[in-house]
């Protein structure tokens, strides 16, 4: 059985860096073909994607928030890890991180989400 | 970067057909996949690659891709279908390669 499950601060102040952590099970990381990614949701809004680390380490980002972004992995705890600097209340949403089919362009497997929120 | 309009809403009888459409320049020649997402949730995949479907999902839903336009057809809409609803490519040829829609609100009526 395939999880995912974001974890990190509610609340975070503007001008501060926001660290997020995707603990997964049910696949590994180190499996050829596998990534996980980063897709966030303001109150209201649409999907975006932020980011995405594959099995080899190949890192791709928003190009709109690459400046800010960085996406690192941990295979033997199974986690990601994505950090986004300089927050504003603009980046208050709900934060997923998924997981896309092995060798493919959509995701089938996603967490729960987590809502941070910027405010001073 | 690729864009991917969707109408913002569609409202559709118990029973009836609803069809969401997503338009983006040649996104016939792309693979679409649609995404459902309740109140609350995080969106589920409904279909993949135009046309298929996940097992667990009803075959009421279905995809088509042609030209500048994809669609999700629902058939016999029921009250549980009511959510979100987005399509989402992969862009090869560009820097920002996962791409949404922007996302339609189905309302059973």
């Known amino acids: 059985q395939i999880t995912l499950k974001e974890s990190g601060p509610t609340l975070v102040k503007p001008t501060q860096t926001l660290t997020l952590t995707c603990t997964f099970s049910?696949?590994?990381?180190?499996?050829?073909?596998?990534?996980v990614g980063w897709i966030r949701q303001p109150p209201g809004k649409a999907l975006e994607w932020l980011a995405l680390?594959?099995?080899?380490?190949?890192?791709r980002y928003s190009p709109s928030l690459k400046s800010r972004l960085t996406i690192t992995k941990d295979t033997s705890k199974n986690q990601v890890v994505l950090t986004m600097t300089n927050m504003d209340p603009v980046d208050t949403a709900t934060y997923y991180c998924?997981?896309?089919?092995?060798?493919?362009?959509?995701?089938?497997?996603w967490g729960q989400g987590t809502l941070v929120t910027v405010s001073s | 970067s690729y864009v991917l309009t969707q109408p913002p809403s569609v409202s559709v009888a118990p029973g009836q057909t609803a069809r969401i459409t997503c338009g983006g320049n040649?996104?016939?020649?792309?693979?679409v996949h649609w995404y459902q997402q309740k109140p609350g949730q995080a969106p589920v995949l409904v279909v993949y690659?135009?046309?298929d479907r996940p097992s667990g999902i009803p075959e009421r839903f279905s995809g088509s891709n042609s030209g500048n336009t994809a669609t999700l057809t629902i058939s016999r809409v029921e009250a549980g279908d009511e959510a979100d609803y987005y399509c989402?490519?992969?862009?090869?040829?560009?820097?920002?390669?996962?791409?949404f829609g922007t996302g339609t609100k189905v309302t059973v009526l």
């Open positions: 998924a997981r896309p089919a092995v060798r493919e362009y959509y995701f089938d497997y």
């Open positions: 690659d135009d046309s």
């Open positions: 680390i594959y099995w080899n380490d190949d890192k």
């Open positions: 989402q490519v992969w862009d090869s040829s560009s820097d920002h390669p996962y791409v």
């Open positions: 049910g696949f590994s990381l180190s499996t050829s073909g596998v990534g």
């Open positions: 040649n996104i016939g020649s792309k693979s």
